[in-house]
């Protein structure tokens, strides 16, 4: 049940602004995450400075590669903003026409190829997006001001070049009952009280990527939502640092590699992803900063919309996609098995199915459509067939390349065994593949393919492709939905030559 605890300072969204500068570059970013005494919890561990911590600082380093992209690349991964005037990193960039979603989804692309996980920013980039729209079509059936308050946050967004996560995710309880129905109220995220500067919200959002490295967290609805539920239709932006909030830091595959010296056994030391519990307990938000507060009917188009554009930024995945391709080919030099034709047909196959994907996503983008507001939208029936392809290629691709790599992939001694006096010169000998490739190399391509198909980065490939976004089941709703069988249905009696007869109903 929900625990009031003493009435902290309400702030007002200017003085929460104020903490901010803008940031500029990759090391801004770092830094700008640094001493913000956030509550963080990591394997039953209260954490000081969670910047430097070995296990959270390959997600951070994910995060900052967005930035260093802006910089290097500012074609791909910046755009000009016409809310501020000025260019803004792609993450932060409202959806102006089809060709802004197709560059959103090269620079998608991109990103997996260097960081080889989750760079954990689509979600908040999907929400701001969203936004725009759901605020819209509220306050033109409400009189509500949420549009503008909107605007304004996301000029200071832009202005102060900040990460946005978004946490849809309640935990959700018991599957078969509404948010009122549950036994707790706090298994999905609500209101619980309001005062004259804003209100104040009790919960907790599951499974937050990058929830710890964004400077701001989006909150909002998960489902649809009916009148009891009005509560739990709420939309709102809280800082990350915010007073009340609380992470606890997702475990992954073989995250304790992070701990060990050396970094062959890492796989992919630099980059990993991140997932954590936020609990909210009676978390302040000024009403300059709520989105929405009890418009329950919009909860269900803005999870809609929500989805159509984040299934097509499942595009990241082929990034990885690439990744595997790559680790799969040099696996097979390295052990002198690439001449082989069944080595050839398996990296065309794996190609084959990673453009696949890539294909219904950039249709999605190219097959965009205005809203209202004035921005567009994925078409919906192709983002949701490029998730659900998202949902099992993966899955056949690292198959493949563990296929490719062989058994030592997962046999393989560590890397202090390697470099052990007596064991070392053994391992070198016995693991050596074509004579004229460094057994270390071999040995950090096996590491890399395990990483991402069965170690930390497994999650970022594998299992948030599954369920990110929404379970494939969500994806197979959407598809029956849209996939107007009546219409199908009479191309097909036509040309069958059948003429229906028509009945009392019609
Ligand atoms: C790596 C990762 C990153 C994520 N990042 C984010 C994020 O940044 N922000 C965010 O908000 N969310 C995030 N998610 C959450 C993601 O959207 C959910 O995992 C997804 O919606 C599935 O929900 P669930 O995990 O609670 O599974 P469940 O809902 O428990 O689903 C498990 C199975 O039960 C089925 N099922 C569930 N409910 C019903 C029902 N009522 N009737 C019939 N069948 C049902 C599902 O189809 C599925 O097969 C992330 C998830 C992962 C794995």
Redesign the pocket.
């Known amino acids: 049940m929900t625990t009031i605890k003493p009435t902290q300072r309400e702030e007002t969204a200017a003085e929460r602004w104020a903490r901010f500068s803008p940031i500029r570059t990759g090391d801004d970013y770092v830094n700008s995450l640094r001493d913000r005494g956030v509550t963080v919890y990591l394997m039953g561990e209260k954490i000081a400075e969670p910047v430097d911590h070995p296990i959270i600082r390959p997600s951070i380093n994910a995060l900052q590669a967005t930035y260093d992209l802006a910089t290097d690349n500012p074609e791909l991964a910046t755009a000009h903003s016409p809310l501020i005037n000025a260019p803004v990193n792609r993450f932060l960039h409202i959806v102006e026409s089809p060709q802004d979603l197709v560059m959103k989804n090269r620079m998608q692309r991109r990103m997996g190829q260097i960081t080889g996980t989750?760079f954990q920013r689509c979600?908040g980039l999907d929400t701001i997006s969203v936004l725009h729209s759901i605020t819209y079509d509220m306050d033109k059936k409400y009189g509500t001001p949420y549009h503008q308050r909107y605007l304004d946050f996301l000029c200071e967004a832009q202005r102060n070049n900040v990460i946005i996560?978004?946490?849809?995710?309640d935990p959700?309880g018991d599957?078969?009952k509404r948010p009122h129905e549950q036994a707790d109220p706090d298994l999905f995220l609500h209101v619980n009280r309001r005062t004259e500067k804003g209100l104040y919200v009790t919960g907790a959002?599951?499974?937050?990527?990058?929830g710890l490295n964004s400077h701001w967290i989006c909150i909002m609805p998960?489902m649809n939502m009916t009148e009891a539920d009005k509560d739990y239709a709420v939309v709102g932006m809280v800082p990350g640092d915010a007073v009340g909030l609380t992470y606890i830091y997702g475990r992954q595959s073989c995250d304790t590699r992070a701990l060990e010296s050396g970094d062959i056994d890492k796989g992919n030391a630099r980059f990993g992803?991140q997932?954590t519990l936020v609990v909210f307990e009676d978390v302040f938000i000024p009403w300059e900063h709520v989105l929405m507060d009890g418009e329950y009917e919009f909860a269900q188009p803005m999870v809609a919309r929500f989805t159509a554009y984040h299934r097509a930024s499942y595009v990241c995945k082929t990034g990885l996609g690439d990744v595997m391709v790559g680790a799969a080919a040099s696996i097979a030099e390295y052990n002198g098995a690439d001449a082989a034709s069944h080595i050839k047909d398996k990296l065309v196959e794996m190609t084959h199915l990673n453009e696949t994907i890539y294909s219904s996503a950039i249709a999605s983008s190219h097959e965009a459509q205005p809203l209202e507001s004035g921005i567009y939208m994925n078409d919906e029936m192709l983002a949701n067939v490029c998730k659900h392809n998202v949902t099992r290629f993966p899955y056949e691709i690292a198959r493949f390349a563990q296929d490719l790599a062989g058994g030592l992939m997962v046999t393989l001694p560590s890397q202090a065994d390697f470099d052990h006096e007596s064991t070392g010169p053994l391992l070198h000998k016995y693991f050596q593949g074509r004579p004229d490739i460094p057994v270390e190399s071999r040995t950090r391509m096996l590491r890399l393919i395990e990483n991402m198909t069965l170690g930390r980065n497994a999650?970022?490939y594998l299992?948030?492709s599954l369920?990110?976004?929404?379970?494939?089941?969500?994806q197979r709703i959407q598809i029956l939905r849209g996939m107007e069988l009546e219409r199908k249905k009479g191309y097909a009696q036509d040309l069958a030559g059948i003429t229906l007869i028509a009945t009392d109903a019609d």
């Open positions: 989750c979600a996560g978004a946490g849809m995710t959700k599957r078969s959002k599951a499974h937050m990527t990058g998960t992803g997932e999650v970022g299992t948030e369920h990110g976004a929404g379970s494939p089941q969500a």
